[in-house]
Structures are given as structure tokens and as C-alpha cells.
């Protein structure tokens, strides 16, 4: 380090001033130049470069050799002030202009000490704004601070000025000065080292070199700013101390903070008129005081943050106000309402006694029967299932995977497991065929998504249904198990949260065909588990709901009545086959009805938005089921296609028709399509959760059910969950549309949200109940939830219960209407209370749609 210190020093010494180099011939300044790249390069070394560089600034530079370093800086700044002086007529007048020996009288230095005495005495003012130490640049942290009170721009112009006509230093050691010079040495050696060494990691010699290249820079930009501080010191001998409190901050770039009272250090000839100043650290200084210093020292000891305790200081008595309703809020006036029954079961003597019983009669009688067509990605017909063919092919799984996987000369599955299908949402066929295997098989299929990467997110919530669930085998097909994540030894990965499964691919040739005297259990429907459909909640969470042999064969029979299926009819899936609707109209009713499925797959959907429309018309389908997302891509697309006609249809079910938004997506649909065949009193909506199933759904025409209705309400009193019409004239309004009759079968009531499940008033918004064999069970593995959801007992103002029978809650917050319709205005999942007032995430949605999103609403907002 000394070695270094030295170096730089001597190099700082041969470097001429900014002031000197700008006097310096052309020629002198072209071959210094050149001597910096022979360094540069290597080509000559740094003992060359040093001696050839000292005979090229000989005439410039006094000989300085054998003096004290400290008089070496003095003669430095004499020779630079004698270089500019007599060169410049613009440095005369600057001169001339400057303090003379005239302002250093007697009577000048009183004046100051009275004007620092009324400085005492008057009121300090408030603390200046600290700057970040983090901000300073290298160069600042080798730049003596301003010496003066007055502002840096100020400063800066007559630190100029004073360079330029500054008396020698006389030699009195300035202890501060002193010290921050040798800080500085040591700090721009530092620095260009770690620099230097940096910019090089890789070679030795470049490191050395460049080392001293930069120390000789920074030296000079230090000796340069060294001059000024000394110079301006001088000039201001009998006014103000010099102010270096902000060195320590500055410098701390490069080397180890110092302690504050050593680095506020006391110019020596100031020994007479002192007034006392304390450090931040408490210790007093004997000084003159500026405002900047005083400002900075108040500064720095008040705390920088408040005390940690404030911040966990509670405001209790906010916390245990109760806000006071507002007693001009709108309130129920209605009277309680009456539990809300569907029409009867239909008596129909050809049911089957279960849903595979349903599966062998069409598989054995109507064999060539369509049962499923599937669509590649441009939409053409890849495969068609035949009743025969699905038969068929689930004996051939239910047999092999009860017969021919075991452990240990044991069976891995017997009835009652659970076995995960891991299907693609392009692959229709397999994962039919895999369910109607597993129910052959009586077991228990859990349909879920198909895993993306080793730790995603929702596969690893996925992965903890399956571990509670004791899922050990997975099904899959051959072509996604090749697109499984692998591990090293080639087979399929454990996913994060998973348990560790073995997976199966259920193609032709992994499974075995039956023997003759083989065949599958067809049982009556009964109250044991036929599937487990997930659901995740809005916290993330997975949870598996069980649907019981009895429930999914009741439910089928309700769809049946409510839609009007009839044998051989031609239906158009736009929906996920896997779960909710598209599972229970395109897998389940389907099969009960012998019905021909045409199942779009959702990347079809991404390439044509029109694909479910083109095949209704190709097909003739009778019955279309679609979101209202689907209504609205084909409503953007359908300029390109005006040979199509939708007359065919007789049921358009919308889905997800309990979305306040999902009307604005009809009436356009409608609007549109309504002169190529389509009438409105096709669109039937329908309302469904996870946990009820179907809850309504709008009847087609021809069962003479009374016209659809249009509520508008006004938000304000949905707010408070108050029914009150308003008119379409206002903004502030939500115009939903009914979801139809309650299903067949079924009693709906509407429970009071928050606490006790009391009956709400008929103008009262609270959450729908159903009490039906056509809901699901439980929460699998789940007891405490599932007495909440799955056995809510609703009860009457006096407190007693409606009914003997439990509730299902379904999550929907509706009403119900005139002619028994039921309306939704909002899911317990978007429910948000805000100061007493309840709004819901679907009303945003639904409000933006209605001011025209295309011009109000921007992208990302």
C-alpha cells in the first residue's frame, strides 16, 4: 500500500494542472499523449514513461525533488498560478476584482466575529435535507466540500476565481487539510486498483499497469482539488474555518468510516473568539460556527427513523369502534320467503337402473351407434367412439386393471380405489373410455389437469388432493406421457406435492382383452363414491368433491327432463369434458340418452373462434353447450363465414349464464345470428357449482314455460342486499338475466350470508340452497367443511328449521323472481365488503362491459 501511495505521489507531482495542461504546447501535449499509449500498450514501462514524461514538462513543472511534500504542493500552486497569470488579460480583470490585502484589516475581522456572535444568537433554522452517501460518484468522494455558507454554484464560481490569484501558502500545517490529503492518496490508489483489477480479472500485468494509470489520474484530479481547498483556505483565513463535516461521508466510498470529531477537525490559527460546537457524536469542538455545519449537526442527531415500537402500536380505539349503520340505507320490506320446489321426477319406465347399465344396453343393442366425434386442431373429424367401440374398449381397461397390475403377487387396485386420469383437453376418446373403465371397474376416477412443469403451482395443489385422496395409479395416454417432464433414469417425474404414482397408458396395446366368461358387475346406483371432481377455491386451495352412483344417475335424469334429450340427438361441447358441464352433459347425460357428442377442443377454438358454430350447421346439432366467452370470440369472427345457419338449434346453453356479464354476450350473439336461423328463445342460461351441480336452468320453448326475464337493479341497494328496480336510463344499475326453473326434484331456498342460515325476505339478496339427490356428498377427507357446505339446516325468522332434509350451499348470491325464476347477481368467491357495503368482482366486470369497454376501458388497466 505504501509502495503504491508513493507512486502515485510522485506521479500526482510531474502531472500538470487542468490550468497548466491547457497552456501547454501542441506538440508537448501530442507527445505526452502518444506516452500514455506506449503505456497503455505495453510497450514501454512505467520507469520509461515516467522519465521521458518529466523532460517533457521540465520547462513547465519546477524541480521538486528533496522537498517536503507538503511544500511541494505550495510551490505546485505557485507554479501553476505563475503559468496562467501572465498569459490572460481575462485573469487580470478577474484579479483586480478579487479581495485585496485591503479586507483583511482589523476592523474586518471584528465585523465577522460580530456577524458570527448575532448567528448564535438568532434561532437556528430548520435542518437542510440530507444527500444519500450511496449517490456520490468516485470523483466527488477526492473533491474537498465547499469551504464557504454560500450555495455551490456561488462557491464553485469563486473557488474559480481564487486559484487564479492566490498568495503562496505560507507553510502553517492545516491539521483536516492534511489529513483528508492523505485519505485521499490512499483512497485513489485504492480505488483505480479495485477498478483496474475488475476491468482485468483474467490477466497479471494489465492489472499492474492499468493500477498505476488510474493512480495517476485520480492523484492529479487530488492534488488539482487539494489546491483549491488550500488556496480558498488562505484566502479566507480571518473569515470561516474550513467546512469538512460531509468528508467522512464522502470518502467512505473508499475507505473505512472515521470517527465524526476526528475528521471536524479545527484550523490552527483559530485561537481567540471561539464558541463551543458539539459533534454528532456529543463531543464539543471549540469553532466557529456556519450555518451549514450547525444545520447538518442538528441533522444528524435526530433519529433518522422513528422508534421501532411505534410501528406496532395498535389504534385500539379504531378497533374497537363499531361503525353505526347508516339509518338512511335502503332495507328488505318483503315478507320471508318460501322454499321454492321443481316439478316432479317424470315417471319413465325404460331407465336404466345405472349409468353403466345405460353404457351396456347401447353398447350391446345400438352398437354402430355414434357416441363421440373428436376434432384435431383444423377442425376436421379425427376419430368417431361408437357405442360398440366404448363398451368394448372400457371392459377391455376395467379387466386389466383389476386382473393384470400387481404387487408382490398382490393386486395394486381393488374396488373403492381411487386412480387419476391425466387426459389432454384435446383427447375426448381416451379420457371416456378411461372413465367408463374405471366405473366398470367400480373405481373411483379423479379427473385433474395435466401437470406442465416439475414445480407448478397448481400441480402441486393438485398433487395434495391425490395424496389425501390415496391415489396411487395414474392413466394417461401414450402420446402425453412422452410430453411428461423425465427424470434421468427415463420414467416419468415426481412432480412437486405429488405422491409418488405409477403411471399407465391405456392405449390398444397395453391392455388386455377379457375373458369369455368374464364380465364387469353392472350394480344399481348406490351411495358409494362414482367420482371425485376437483374444485379450487379462491385462496388457491384444492379440494376433491365426491359425487355418489345415486347422485350422478339423479342428476342425469334431472338434465334429461329439464333440457328435453331424447334419444340420437346431436349435441356440440365447446365446455372442458373433464369437469362441471361439459362433464356432466357431454360424459354422463350423453351416454344416458344415446346421444352423439361433437366435442371442440379449446385449441381449436383459439385458431377459429366459429369452429362450434360451423359444426352445428355441418352437423344439425340439436343442442349447443358454451360459455359466454364463446358467444362473444364468434361475434368477432363471424364476418368471415355467411353460409351458416344456426335453425337446427333448439337449446343454446350458456353455462356460465350466472355471470352478470354473460347478458350482454346474448343479446349481442342474438343480434348477429338471429338472421342466420337463430331465435331468441333458444338461449337458454343456466346457473351450476361444483358442490349443487345444476341449480336452474332456462326450459326450451317448447315446454310452454313462461318468457325469459330481464331484472334491472339498482346498485346502491345491492350494496346493502336490497332488491330494488330501478330504470336502464341510469349508469348506476346491473341488468341481469334469469337462470330458468329450478331444477326437477330439487327445494331452493335463500339463506341470510353471514352468519345463522335464517330464510331472507323476497326482496332480499343472500346465497341459494338446494336441497336434491343430485348434488355432491362431501369435501373428500374433509369433514369440518363439509358440514358447512353440504349440511346447512335453514331456518325461519322464529328459528325453526324449514326442513328435516340438509342444504347444499352452492356459493351463488341471487334472489327469487316473479314466475319462479331465480336470478344471480354475484358468486361467494367475488364477494367484497367495503365500509358496511357489499359489491362483487362479477358487478366490475359487469359495468365495464356496459360502458363499452372498447372505448372506456384500456388495455391493462
Not at 483536516?176 to 492523505?182: I, Q
Not at 386451495?541 to 331424447?566: E, F, P, R
Not at 341459494?768 to 339427490?773: F, L
Amino acid at each position: 500500500m505504501a509502495e503504491r501511495t508513493s507512486t502515485g505521489l510522485l506521479t500526482m507531482m510531474l502531472e500538470p494542472t487542468p490550468a497548466v495542461a491547457m497552456t501547454l504546447p501542441a506538440e508537448v501535449r501530442e507527445k505526452l499523449a502518444e506516452l500514455e499509449l506506449e503505456l497503455s500498450e505495453g510497450d514501454i514501462t512505467q520507469k520509461g514513461y515516467e522519465k521521458k514524461r518529466g523532460k517533457l514538462l521540465a520547462p513547465y513543472i519546477p524541480q521538486i525533488q528533496g522537498v517536503d511534500p507538503s511544500l511541494q504542493i505550495d510551490n505546485r500552486i505557485q507554479a501553476s498560478t505563475q503559468a496562467v497569470l501572465p498569459g490572460s488579460k481575462h485573469n487580470k480583470s478577474r484579479a483586480a476584482n478579487t479581495r485585496d490585502e485591503r479586507f483583511r484589516s482589523d476592523l474586518h475581522t471584528e465585523a465577522v466575529q460580530a456577524a458570527l456572535a448575532k448567528y448564535k444568537e438568532r434561532k437556528m433554522p430548520m435542518p437542510s435535507k440530507r444527500r444519500s452517501v450511496l449517490v456520490q460518484s468516485s470523483v466527488e468522494a477526492c473533491t474537498p466540500p465547499d469551504t464557504s455558507s454560500a450555495s455551490e454554484d456561488e462557491g464553485s464560481l469563486r473557488r474559480q476565481g481564487r486559484l487564479a490569484t492566490s498568495t503562496p501558502y505560507q507553510g502553517h500545517g492545516h491539521p483536516a487539510v492534511e489529513h483528508w490529503f492523505n485519505r485521499v492518496i490512499q483512497g485513489s490508489s485504492t480505488s483505480s486498483s479495485a477498478s483496474s483489477t475488475s476491468s482485468h480479472p483474467g490477466g497479471r500485468s494489465v492489472t499492474t499497469t492499468n493500477t498505476t494509470a488510474h493512480a495517476a489520474l485520480n492523484a492529479n484530479a487530488a492534488a488539482t482539488a487539494l489546491a483549491d481547498l488550500m488556496a480558498h483556505t488562505q484566502l479566507d483565513n480571518h473569515s470561516a474555518p474550513p467546512d469538512v463535516t460531509g468528508l467522512s461521508e464522502r470518502s467512505s466510498l473508499h475507505t473505512e468510516r472515521p470517527q465524526v470529531a476526528s475528521v471536524r477537525g479545527v484550523s490552527r490559527g483559530y485561537n481567540h473568539h471561539t464558541s463551543v460546537m458539539e459533534t454528532a457524536d456529543g463531543v464539543p469542538v471549540n469553532s466557529r460556527v456556519s450555518s451549514k455545519i450547525q444545520q447538518l449537526l442538528n441533522t444528524l442527531k435526530r433519529p433518522k427513523r422513528p422508534p421501532l415500537r411505534e410501528f406496532f402500536v395498535d389504534d385500539f380505539e379504531e378497533l374497537l369502534d363499531v361503525q353505526e349503520p347508516d339509518p338512511n340505507q335502503p332495507k328488505p320490506e318483503g315478507q320471508q320467503m318460501s322454499p321454492l320446489e321443481g316439478e316432479h321426477h317424470g315417471v319413465v319406465n325404460k331407465w336404466p337402473p345405472s349409468l353403466p347399465a345405460a353404457l351396456q344396453r347401447w353398447g350391446t343393442t345400438q352398437p354402430k351407434s355414434s357416441c363421440l366425434t373428436a376434432l384435431d386442431n383444423a377442425g376436421k373429424p379425427v376419430y368417431t367412439l361408437t357405442y360398440g367401440k366404448l363398451w368394448t374398449r372400457s371392459q377391455k381397461l376395467a379387466y386389466t386393471l383389476l386382473n393384470k397390475l400387481s404387487t408382490r403377487n398382490e393386486p395394486l387396485l381393488v374396488p373403492g380405489d381411487r386412480v387419476a386420469l391425466v387426459f389432454p383437453n384435446n383427447d375426448p376418446v381416451m379420457f371416456m373410455v378411461a372413465f367408463y373403465g374405471c366405473l366398470l371397474a367400480e373405481l373411483v376416477p379423479v379427473p385433474i389437469e395435466v401437470p406442465l412443469t416439475r414445480k407448478d403451482a397448481g400441480s402441486q395443489q393438485i398433487g395434495f388432493l391425490l395424496g389425501s385422496c390415496g391415489v396411487t395409479l395414474a392413466l394417461t395416454t401414450d402420446a402425453c406421457q412422452k410430453g411428461l417432464p423425465k427424470a434421468q433414469t427415463g420414467e416419468v417425474a415426481t412432480f412437486k406435492g405429488w405422491p409418488r404414482l405409477l403411471w399407465f397408458v391405456t392405449d390398444g396395446k397395453h391392455v388386455v382383452k377379457p375373458p369369455k366368461d368374464w364380465h364387469p358387475p353392472i350394480r344399481e346406483a348406490s351411495n358409494d363414491i362414482a367420482y371425485i371432481e376437483y374444485k379450487t377455491s379462491k385462496e388457491g386451495s384444492t379440494m376433491g368433491i365426491t359425487v355418489s352412483h345415486s347422485a350422478m344417475l339423479a342428476h342425469c335424469h334431472a338434465l334429461t327432463q329439464a333440457c328435453g334429450y331424447t334419444e340420437a340427438e346431436t349435441i356440440t361441447n365447446v365446455l372442458d369434458f373433464k369437469r362441471e358441464a361439459g362433464l356432466w352433459h357431454g360424459v354422463l347425460t350423453s351416454v344416458m340418452n344415446r346421444m352423439h357428442v361433437i366435442s371442440i377442443p379449446y385449441s381449436l377454438m383459439k385458431v377459429n373462434p366459429l369452429s362450434w358454430i360451423q359444426k352445428v350447421h355441418t352437423y344439425k346439432a340439436r343442442v349447443a353447450v358454451v360459455k359466454s366467452r364463446d358467444m362473444h370470440w364468434s361475434l368477432l369472427a363471424q364476418r368471415d363465414q355467411r353460409d351458416i345457419s344456426l335453425s337446427s338449434l333448439r337449446m343454446l346453453i350458456v353455462a356460465d349464464g350466472a355471470n352478470p356479464w354473460s347478458i350482454s354476450s346474448c343479446d349481442a350473439f342474438l343480434n348477429v345470428f338471429q338472421a342466420r336461423g337463430l331465435r331468441p328463445e333458444v338461449i337458454c342460461p343456466c346457473a351450476s357449482s361444483s358442490e349443487a351441480m345444476t341449480v336452474a336452468i332456462r326450459r326450451p320453448p317448447e315446454m310452454g314455460v313462461p318468457p325469459p326475464g330481464k331484472a334491472v337493479l339498482s346498485m346502491g341497494g345491492l350494496s346493502h342486499s336490497v332488491i330494488r328496480v330501478d330504470t336502464e336510463e341510469k349508469l348506476s344499475v346491473l341488468t341481469v338475466q334469469d337462470v330458468g326453473q329450478v331444477m326437477p326434484g330439487a327445494v331452493v331456498c335463500v339463506v341470510r350470508v353471514e352468519g345463522t342460515p335464517y330464510l331472507c325476505q323476497t326482496d332480499e339478496v343472500g346465497e341459494i340452497c338446494v336441497s336434491s339427490g343430485s348434488t355432491g356428498v362431501a369435501y373428500y377427507g374433509l369433514p369440518g367443511m363439509t358440514k358447512n357446505v353440504f349440511e346447512t339446516i335453514p331456518v325461519m325468522s322464529s328459528g325453526v328449521p324449514i326442513s328435516d332434509r340438509p342444504f347444499t350451499r352452492t356459493s351463488l348470491l341471487g334472489f327469487v323472481g316473479p314466475d319462479s325464476l331465480v336470478f344471480v347477481v354475484g358468486k361467494m368467491d367475488g364477494l367484497m365488503v367495503v365500509s358496511g357495503r357489499r359489491h362483487n368482482a362479477d358487478d366490475v366486470v359487469a359495468t365495464a362491459l356496459a360502458v363499452e369497454p372498447m372505448k372506456f376501458v384500456y388495455r391493462g388497466r
